[in-house]
């Protein structure tokens, strides 16, 4: 079973509006990275969440960690094309390396 | 701050031959590099992380002598496939950190490689 589940697989949303994707740990996390990729590129790193309860904004996006620290979400207002693209949440679990999440692919559509 | 290239972005070999992919961090030097796999609309699957200097950690599953994982220096590490076959075509992307593990740091994504066999 996948350590790190993202939900929902896929969104279509119209500009304008606002989405939230959530990413479920199966245990603790020590850290939850989020990126951005666009098809056949590279990750662009968006926030990382560390202590219980915390949250970060950065533009239209803002990301939260849940007190227990195994489950986030982002959440993007007013979305724009060109917030197309695929989400990932990576997890620390205290191993040295991150374990990524099954990925959500966001299309935004004028 | 904190480039990292692959080359090539993409290559076509035939089944059988080999090939290379470097990973470069431009800007710092990076003590543990980290090597991912990605099928069509699918997440990252890491296959193996690099110490500079020392052996590569595959994970399991991934054959160590298929990917043979080399790690020369600080701001190099390369992917080389050996005996390439149709199943090994995917997106390969690298990843550069300056932690040595064991507290949460950030890892640098290069841009990816495309690998088709034919």
């Known amino acids: 079973s996948q350590e790190l589940e993202q939900s929902p697989q896929s969104l279509i949303v119209q500009e304008g509006k606002n989405l939230t994707i959530n990413c479920t740990s199966s245990?603790?996390?020590?850290?939850l990275y989020w990126y951005k990729q666009k098809y056949g590129e590279g990750l662009i790193f968006l926030m990382m969440?560390?202590?219980?309860?915390e949250e970060k904004s950065h533009e239209k996006i803002t990301a939260k960690l849940d007190e227990k620290k195994q489950q986030s979400s982002l959440h993007i207002t007013a979305s724009q094309p060109s917030h197309a693209g695929i989400y990932l949440c990576?997890?620390?679990?205290?191993?040295?390396?991150?374990?990524f999440g099954t990925g959500t692919r966001l299309q935004v559509f004028p | 701050g904190a480039v990292v290239s692959q080359h090539p972005s993409w290559v076509i070999c035939k089944s059988g031959t080999s090939v290379k992919i470097e990973c470069r961090s431009l800007?710092?030097?990076?003590?543990?590099m980290f090597w991912y796999r990605q099928f069509p609309k699918q997440s990252l699957m890491l296959m193996a992380t690099?110490?500079?200097?020392?052996?590569?950690?595959?994970e399991q599953g991934v054959e160590k002598d298929k990917f043979l994982i080399n790690h020369a220096s600080l701001t190099l590490s390369t992917l080389t496939v050996t005996s390439a076959h149709p199943e090994d075509s995917s997106f390969y992307i690298c990843?550069?950190?300056?932690?040595?593990?064991?507290?949460?740091?950030?890892?640098?994504f290069g841009p990816g490689t495309r690998l088709t066999v034919t």
């Open positions: 245990k603790t996390l020590y850290g």
């Open positions: 690099s110490n500079e200097g020392s052996k590569a950690t595959y």
């Open positions: 990576g997890a620390d679990y205290n191993t040295d390396k991150l374990i």
């Open positions: 990843s550069a950190s300056v932690g040595t593990g064991g507290t949460p740091y950030e890892q640098y």
């Open positions: 800007d710092f030097q990076a003590t543990t």
């Open positions: 969440l560390q202590k219980g309860g």
